[in-house]
Nanobody, 119 residues
Framework: QVQLVESGGDLVQPGGSLRLSCTASGMIFNIYAMGWYRQAPGKQRELVAR???????NYADSVKGRFTISRDNAKNTVYLQMNSLKPEDTAVYYC?????????????WGQGTQVTVSS
């Protein structure tokens, strides 16, 4: 019933920037927190940024000061502005509704969008 569609990933050089978008359908978007997750090959999926329905924001230490999460409830969309990208940021990026206790995604995962940071 709920569909999450991520976009905006690309191949960029270290120090570059990207803006990811996630659009949700089939849900009352404005009542849920939204999060951006990433998963690199051989690594566990991690929550990198979270924004609540009221706009409270948390970041993983690894992206703090470089990434900015925002949302546009009228468009059912959450964004991730990524600046000063590092090779370590290379991963598939997903959005989902975070479980408030576990931080795990609550809904079915979308396809994600590939971010590759390489020179």
């Amino acid at each position: 019933q709920v569909q999450l569609v991520e976009s905006g990933g690309d191949l960029v050089q270290p120090g570059g920037s990207l803006r990811l978008s996630c659009t949700a359908s089939g849900m009352i978007f404005n009542i849920y927190a939204m999060g951006w997750y990433r998963q690199a090959p051989g690594k566990q999926r991690e929550l990198v940024a979270r924004i609540t329905n009221r706009g409270s924001i948390n970041y993983a230490d690894s992206v703090k000061g470089r990434f900015t999460i925002s949302r546009d409830n009228a468009k059912n969309t959450v964004y991730l502005q990524m600046n000063s990208l590092k090779p370590e940021d290379t991963a598939v990026y997903y959005c989902n509704v975070p479980n408030s206790n576990t931080n795990d995604g609550s809904l079915s995962w979308g396809q994600g969008t590939q971010v590759t940071v390489s020179s």
